[in-house]
């Protein structure tokens, strides 16, 4: 795990600009919540730490090395997506392996690690399986596994609970939440749901057009908002917030 | 008029369809059947059941000898394992071999520019995929090109296969982009990348094999269509060995009507015993993956 | 091939053009951000079919073009419009190139039309054994113009079965009913091809149509005639015109079936029968770069005009 910073970073497309003058750090260890609505920078700043995007201008860091210019393969960080994105091709075992056996490491010791990590997530003995067998939230939570099998400087979640049903989503916030902690993730989790980032993260960061808003623990967020935005946006009343898609 | 509509539409409609099956299928149906007859001459074939025709045309029977003495190709020995041979014509062997040397230059061209242009955005992305999947040219212009262009190797197995690759990529392109576009490629090739996979490798191990079935379904399509490819071998073919279509053409256009219908039966058979074979691949393929 | 189109903008500015080339030349030899490692892929991946399409496409085209205009026979030499003129002036080609756009013209109407219902069919209504249907009225786009032309003569040849049938009937003789070798033969050897290649691009449309308004309006009481005449209709005139334009190129691609049955002389034939009497590569040369150019123009100009949607 590491310290990620990003220090007033700018990414431009043409004549829209995704993220003006983004800084924050997410300590060893942290889950720092990024919220905001849709178009707000927010998939774009996770973008920007894993490597698909290239700042304009600024710079990235894993604890004091700059990875501004490095290639995504290159940076170990772990990443969970909304819809999962398992190797069709390949068994249970062999996508939470993979990063792994990128790494070079034998066949016996990945197995064994894949095991280990699926146990931990509650879906031991489904090494074998195919994923497209497994049900929404057990694919999941394979993605999870398979992210975190690498050992990342920092797990990277894009809107992951996202088109999961309710009861289920708040058990695996939970769950997921309680996992992070334990294993010390260094994590940056984007979302446009509050209440998921309220649960989840040691810290929140309000996105607005391409800009941070607040930064700080969700309790001073929600006690101390900075502007009309925020305030708006943190309040748990959803038709207040028409713009945000739910 | 309202009654009308709703009444006689739709059995009319599907009559049309059935019709048209009937146009499309009937005459190869009859083909088959008319390939076991001695000859056609009333309003059905007759003399069943006759193999001398199928003899004849895969060059087993003795009739046939005097026919290739007089310049037609001799049999070719294959083996087909534990020790035994099969003669086929050799133009039979010669097209497997051309159409599948097509094909492989397709998937080579064909898989890579299909994810180009579904995955990634760029200027000119909608003319790439334009070229790509339309026809530059048909067979017999490509031909008087080639000819021209390289009058030493046109007429050559290799000008064969490169005139094929040509003619067939667009089918390959649109199989395998369709499969693409059904795919989160975006994702799929993310999450490798961020696992430590470059590029490369994520494309060959993860993009490349979840994307199989239409791969393989692509590379059946070319298959078939370079195997029965006419136009542009009849205007590069010069010497040695023909190409299937143009052996089809020959009998269709000289043998009895029988034996004709036996040489057409061979090619129906081709097409349908390498689209078996190659969806058998696919699906042991799909099975052993993960062992 | 892609790169240059990808990367540079599109200003008339001839030297922001060259900066624009240059710096992709740049990031191609030397990535530094994650968008020039992308165009790096971008350009590795289309390059192997680029390569294809220049040396097996588009380099033995030039030279056609080139031999069209020479004024020697083997060789390009000087510059020559006499292989043009000849195509022009004389009314021999003018018919033939008249027998190419009727018979793909007619061919291609009448194919369309049937594949609108036989499409329509396919996907709207639930037949039994559907898959079967739609593997025989696909398993036909595999058979090249050679053996289609024979399908013709097995129905309507002088052995053929219609021919039987029909002359049994009204007594006459088979030779007087048969018409597989005749231009009425020929037409429907087209058709034989081109429906099931029409059908195919039209069931891809079909998929894509927008059941609901179609539900919405069968019941507000339209019939199902006037359902399809003013909600399916629009929705799939796009895929109609793309039809019609990759329907005509086929037609007017067709080669062996012509060679089997030899009534008619279109413009692909004739251009073997040119290379066939003497090499007369100049004047062959010469209807191959109309051709080319009329199928381009033809295909372009139709795909920028109409909205016609192309693929399957």
């Known amino acids: 795990?590491?310290?990620?910073?990003?220090?007033?970073?700018?990414?431009?497309?043409?004549?829209?600009?995704?993220?003006?003058?983004?800084?924050?750090?997410?300590?060893?260890?942290?889950?720092?919540?990024?919220?905001g609505p849709s178009g707000c920078g927010k998939t774009t700043t996770l973008r920007s730490i894993a490597g698909f995007e290239t700042p304009t201008a600024g710079a990235v860091r894993f604890d004091d090395a700059d990875v501004t210019n490095v290639p995504p393969e290159n940076r170990n960080v772990g990443l969970v997506f909304q819809e999962y994105a398992l190797f069709d091709n390949m068994t249970v075992a062999e996508n939470v392996a993979f990063g792994l056996k990128m790494r070079g490491v034998e066949k016996a010791t990945r197995r064994e690690r894949a095991a280990d990590l699926l146990e931990m997530l509650g879906i031991g003995g489904f090494e074998d399986r195919d994923p497209t067998t497994l049900s929404g939230g057990q694919q999941q939570r394979v993605g999870l596994a398979r992210a975190l099998a690498i050992e990342p400087s920092i797990l990277l979640l894009d809107e992951p609970m996202t088109g999961l049903d309710a009861k289920l989503k708040?058990?695996?916030?939970?769950?997921?939440?309680?996992?992070?902690?334990?294993?010390?993730?260094?994590?940056?989790?984007?979302?446009?749901?509050?209440?998921?980032?309220?649960?989840?993260?040691?810290?929140?960061?309000?996105?607005?057009?391409?800009r941070v808003e607040q930064i700080g623990?969700?309790?001073?967020?929600?006690?101390?908002?900075?502007?009309?935005?925020?305030?708006?946006?943190?309040?748990?009343?959803p038709p207040a917030l028409p713009f945000v898609e739910w | 008029m309202v009654a009308v509509s709703r009444r006689v539409g739709r059995p009319v409609v599907t009559a049309l369809l059935l019709a048209t099956v009937a146009f499309l299928i009937g005459p190869i149906v009859l083909t088959v059947i008319a390939s076991f007859a001695s000859s056609w001459t009333g309003v059905l074939p007759s003399g069943f059941v006759?193999?001398?025709?199928?003899?004849?045309?895969?060059?087993?029977?003795?009739?046939?000898?005097?026919?290739?003495?007089?310049?037609?190709?001799?049999?070719?020995?294959?083996?087909i394992g534990g020790g035994t041979t099969v003669m086929v014509p050799a133009e039979l062997a010669f097209s497997v071999g051309l159409a599948l040397g097509g094909v492989l230059i397709n998937l080579v061209v064909g898989v890579p520019i299909a994810y180009a242009v579904s995955r990634y955005d760029f200027r000119g992305r909608e003319w790439v995929n334009a070229v790509s999947i339309l026809p530059l040219v048909p067979g017999v212009i490509l031909g008087v090109a080639f000819l021209r262009a390289y009058p030493e190797l046109s007429g050559t197995s290799v000008g064969l296969i490169v005139g094929y690759s040509l003619l067939k990529a667009p089918f390959m392109v649109m199989a395998v982009q369709s499969e693409f576009e059904s795919m989160p490629l975006r994702r799929l090739e993310e999450s490798a990348r961020s696992l430590g996979a470059s590029w490369p490798r994520t494309f060959l191990t993860v993009i490349v094999p979840n994307a199989s079935s239409g791969i393989i379904s692509g590379l059946i399509i070319c298959w078939a269509l370079a195997a029965a490819e006419f136009n542009f071998s009849y205007i590069v073919w010069a010497k040695g060995t023909q190409p299937l279509a143009l052996f089809l053409q020959r009998h269709i256009s000289n043998s009895s009507f029988t034996k004709a219908a036996a040489a057409v039966s061979m090619f129906f058979c081709i097409i349908a015993a390498v689209t078996l074979l190659l969806q058998q691949l696919g699906r042991r393929g799909f099975e052993t993956r993960g062992h | 091939m892609t790169d240059g189109h990808a990367s540079t903008d599109a200003p008339s500015a001839g030297r922001r053009l060259g900066a624009g080339v240059a710096d992709v030349l740049g990031a191609l030899y030397d990535p530094v951000t994650e968008r020039d490692r992308e165009y790096r892929r971008i350009a590795a991946l289309c390059a192997p079919f680029a390569v294809l399409v220049l040396l097996a496409g588009l380099y033995p085209l030039a030279e056609v073009v080139r031999i069209s205009v020479s004024t020697a026979q083997y060789r390009s030499l000087g510059v020559s419009f006499e292989a043009y003129a000849t195509l022009f002036g004389d009314p021999y080609y003018r018919s033939v190139a008249f027998n190419s756009l009727w018979l793909a013209a007619g061919t291609t109407a009448?194919?369309?039309?049937?594949?609108?219902?036989?499409?329509?069919?396919?996907?709207?209504?639930?037949?039994?054994?559907?898959?079967?249907?739609?593997?025989?009225?696909?398993?036909?786009?595999?058979?090249?113009?050679?053996?289609?032309?024979?399908?013709?003569?097995?129905?309507?040849?002088?052995?053929?079965?219609?021919?039987?049938?029909v002359a049994a009937i009204t007594g006459g003789r088979p030779l007087d009913v048969a018409f597989a070798v005749s231009v009425p033969g020929l037409f429907v050897a087209f058709v034989y091809s081109m429906v099931p290649r029409a059908t195919l691009i039209l069931r891809g449309t079909y998929a894509e149509v927008d059941e609901a308004a179609e539900e919405a309006a069968q019941s507000l009481g339209a019939t199902p005639f006037e359902t399809f005449r003013h909600v399916t209709l629009p929705q799939i005139r796009p895929g109609i015109t793309g039809a019609i334009i990759l329907t005509f190129r086929?037609?007017?691609?067709?080669?062996?079936?012509?060679?089997?049955?030899?009534?008619?002389?279109?413009w692909t034939l004739q251009i073997s029968r040119e290379l066939g009497n003497g090499w007369n590569i100049q004047v062959a040369g010469a209807m191959a770069t109309v051709y080319f150019l009329f199928t381009f123009l033809f295909t372009v100009l139709g795909l920028r005009y109409t909205s016609a949607e192309v693929g399957l």
């Not at chain 1, 769950?175 to 993260?201: I, K, N, R, S, W």
């Not at chain 1, 101390?224 to 935005?229: E, K, R």
Request: aromatic fraction near 8%; charge should be negative.
């Open chain 3, 250 to 266: 086929t037609a007017l691609a067709i080669f062996g079936t012509l060679i089997v049955i030899q009534t008619l002389v279109v």
């Open chain 1, 170 to 210: 708040t058990r695996l916030q939970t769950e997921v939440g309680d996992l992070l902690a334990e294993l010390d993730v260094t994590g940056l989790y984007v979302t446009h749901d509050q209440e998921e980032a309220m649960v989840m993260c040691d810290r929140v960061a309000v996105m607005n057009d391409g």
């Open chain 1, 1 to 35: 795990m590491a310290r990620v910073t990003l220090d007033s970073v700018r990414k431009e497309y043409g004549d829209t600009t995704a993220m003006d003058g983004v800084s924050f750090t997410v300590d060893d260890g942290e889950v720092v919540g990024v919220l």
């Open chain 3, 110 to 165: 009448v194919s369309v039309a049937l594949a609108v219902p036989i499409a329509h069919a396919l996907e709207k209504y639930d037949l039994p054994g559907e898959d079967l249907l739609v593997t025989l009225v696909s398993f036909p786009i595999s058979l090249p113009g050679i053996v289609a032309a024979f399908m013709i003569l097995v129905l309507f040849g002088n052995n053929g079965l219609v021919t039987a049938v």
């Open chain 1, 217 to 237: 623990t969700p309790r001073e967020i929600y006690e101390n908002p900075v502007s009309d935005f925020v305030a708006e946006f943190v309040s748990l009343d």
């Open chain 2, 50 to 79: 006759t193999l001398q025709n199928w003899r004849e045309v895969l060059g087993l029977a003795e009739t046939f000898g005097s026919q290739r003495s007089m310049g037609w190709d001799p049999l070719v020995t294959l083996p």
